[in-house]
């Protein structure tokens, strides 16, 4: 709804899944904290994204956080993001993103592109374009949470396949990392020094050529408004290379940073709303 009544505060919808079960993270834990922090300066209220449509037109703006795999719910999220259109609704992340609110597609874009990204096709045609490796990863592009991903010794594709999943080689790694950002605003780095336990997160302190990495593809995103992780892997000769650019409801890791940078980020994230607002 628009403000009109003669309140002061934005009205704001924060769409989460409280009860979705992550491995290795904590989704209703993160919302609670994101929430109670909001609400220093919005009128907020939480649902399901099983109920944004129904009940988006009620408020001024719609935060999308930590509502679980699309494809639990395709049909709700596709009529809201069809409702939101119509109405001109005001939706944070924007949903104008060209990375994983879009599909994975822009992995084989962007490794078409000479992009630093794993090597990727969707094509039977382009997999003697892969590099050679003792395996293969084979996803869907609309998956999410390794739900339908495998690995193959040879990779192949059926005509029925292409277009729908992904062939990319198994890559031997360092470390995984992630890059945050608010609306391009660069706010922390995270590292896995394990590689066996993704979600088993330390503070980075990223190096310019790092960062240099990261916000190439911040920048290649067309997303206008929104928080984008991007996660890489450090290989074994030291370079990074993408493994996922995440723009539509990226999990945060707050309770793996300090204080400070918690609090920043809290901030940043809630100026960012305003200015869509405005």
Known sequence: MDNTSGASRPSVLFVTDLAY???GRR???????????????????????????ALSDRFDAVVVRNSGPVLHHQEAYDAFRTRAR????????????????AGKQYLVD????GFPVIPTVDRAADLPLLPPASAYVVKPKLGADSVGLRFVRTPAL????????????????RHELSFYYVDRDFQYALYAPDP???????????????????????????????????????????????????DLNPYLSLDRVGPEVRDAFVTRLGAAVRELLD
Request: glycine letters at 6%; a negative charge.
């Open 21 to 23: 079960e992550a491995r």
């Open 27 to 53: 989704y209703g834990d993160e919302d609670v904290f994101l929430t109670s922090r909001l609400r220093e300066e919005f009128d907020l209220a939480l649902c399901h994204p099983k109920d944004a449509a």
């Open 86 to 101: 119509e109405r001109g609704t005001r939706v944070y992340n924007s949903l104008d993103g060209g990375g994983d609110m």
């Open 110 to 113: 962007l490794s078409r592109a």
């Open 158 to 173: 059926s005509a029925k396949e292409e277009g729908t999943l992904l062939v990319q080689p198994r890559i031997d790694f």
């Open 196 to 246: 066996d336990r993704r979600w088993v997160l330390e503070p980075y302190t990223a190096s310019a050529a790092d960062l240099e990495f990261a916000r190439s593809f911040v920048e290649w995103n067309p997303l206008r408004h929104g928080i984008q992780r991007v996660d890489a892997c450090r290989t074994a000769d030291g370079a990074l290379l993408l493994v996922e650019l995440e």
